[in-house]
């Protein structure tokens, strides 16, 4: 009864995860045996001053984070490690909210690599470090919704306040 009990939690966690953060569009799946991380951030600032705010933290972050595609909607970049062995493809993509005028940000990071889905937050910290570091952490109306379904490692990042 508890292994059907466990099974039932697991199975409806993930299928949680996937309806409580809408798919960018395209829809990536991540590749097997890739760490990834999904996270939805909602703002009370309009999607054109988060979408510059990032970018500009991006070049900031130049070499170790590098732009590639950048429009009002989607932001698109690379992030190397330091000793320049891993690689994640990290994208942002904007969606307005009408009844706040604010904006739902829906952020991805896919390590490129054979690697170990549990990377220790790698990817989560990829995406909470543009943000910290960019002041959006303490945005009006802030506030952020990922978990370990989502965001492999989230629960065991070093990143997070």
Not at 98 to 115: D, P, W
């Amino acid at each position: 009864m508890k292994t059907m009990l466990l099974a039932s939690a697991l199975i409806l966690g993930l299928f949680g995860c996937l309806v409580a953060i809408p798919p960018p569009d395209p829809f990536p799946i991540p590749i097997p045996y890739h760490a990834f991380c999904r996270a939805l951030w909602l703002f009370a600032t309009p999607c054109a001053e988060i979408s510059t705010t990032i970018a500009q933290q991006i070049q900031a972050f130049s070499p170790e984070y590098m732009l590639s595609v950048a429009t009002p909607l989607k932001i698109k970049a690379n992030h190397t490690s330091p000793d320049g062995i891993s690689v994640q493809n990290i994208t942002f993509s904007f969606s307005p909210t009408i009844l706040t005028g604010g904006c739902r940000v829906s952020a991805q990071s896919i390590s490129l690599g054979f690697t170990s889905l549990l990377d220790d937050g790698l990817n989560y910290c990829n995406l909470y470090k543009l943000l910290s570091a960019s002041g959006l952490t303490s945005a009006p109306g802030f506030m952020e919704m990922t978990n370990e379904w989502a965001c492999l490692g989230y629960g065991m990042a070093k990143c997070k306040a």
